[in-house]
């Protein structure tokens, strides 16, 4: 069936390093693909998203980028910094269905 | 701004009384969903409707039913609370498959 893995589930970096996460989906049909951060006993939040027109998206520190063809996707955040911490969530749109496809979530600590 | 609210932040109840659990959306949305979220495994799909009076299944449907009387609002129904079902729920609603989810603040349920 259709789904999202994502890699790591746990990531420390040095605050002011980058941070990446990866997702890769099975189901080529998706085209719409959210990433939402989640802190600590609140809900989770929209960061960034991509359509599968586009390649790559660039919002401040933040950016995902898309390859189709691997159906792969990736979530990078530069000087990050401690406000950063908390777990990240990757999706995909099948655009089929109404369901997302959640990734199981990459814990990120930024160390200060 | 889109709000999404449900009804409690925090429900204690006990082995087999009958649960509801509600959430409510100021935006018009076409569809709602209902996520139960567990250390370890992410989001759960349990149920989504795509329309007033229409529910679909999700991946863990079992033990939980749901209402959409009216368009802004999704009711997550209990029918015999199971301490298996103490978890943090969180609804969420968007516009088209191609638009981002928005989430409710979720509801922190312990069943005893």
């Known amino acids: 069936g259709e789904n999202v893995e994502q890699h790591p589930s746990t990531l420390s970096v040095q605050e002011g390093d980058s941070a990446v996460i990866k997702c890769t989906y099975s189901d080529s049909a998706s085209n719409y693909f959210p990433w939402y951060k989640q802190e600590l006993g609140k809900r989770p939040q929209l960061i960034i998203d991509i359509r599968s027109n586009v390649g790559e998206k660039k919002d401040q520190r933040i950016a995902v980028t898309l390859n189709k063809t691997a159906k792969h996707f990736s979530l990078h955040i530069t000087e990050t910094q401690p406000e950063d911490s908390a777990v990240y969530f990757c999706?995909?749109?099948?655009?089929?269905?109404?369901?997302?496809?959640f990734g199981t979530g990459t814990r990120l600590k930024v160390l200060a | 701004d889109v709000k999404v609210t449900q009804s409690s932040r925090y429900l204690v109840k006990r082995t087999g009384e009958k649960v509801f659990l509600e959430c409510v959306q100021d935006?018009?949305?076409?569809?709602m969903f209902w996520y139960r979220q567990d250390p370890g495994l992410g989001l759960r799909l349990i149920y989504f409707?795509?329309?007033?009076?229409?529910?679909e299944k999700g991946d863990i449907p079992e033990g939980y039913s749901v209402s959409r009387e009216k368009k802004e609002r999704f009711s997550l129904i209990l029918e015999s609370a199971s301490t298996n079902q103490t978890s943090m729920y969180l609804c969420a609603s968007r516009e088209t498959p191609q638009e981002t989810q928005y989430f409710g603040p979720g509801t922190r349920l312990l069943v005893l």
């Open positions: 935006m018009d949305h076409e569809n």
């Open positions: 409707s795509y329309d007033v009076k229409m529910k």
């Open positions: 999706a995909a749109s099948p655009g089929r269905t109404y369901k997302y496809i």
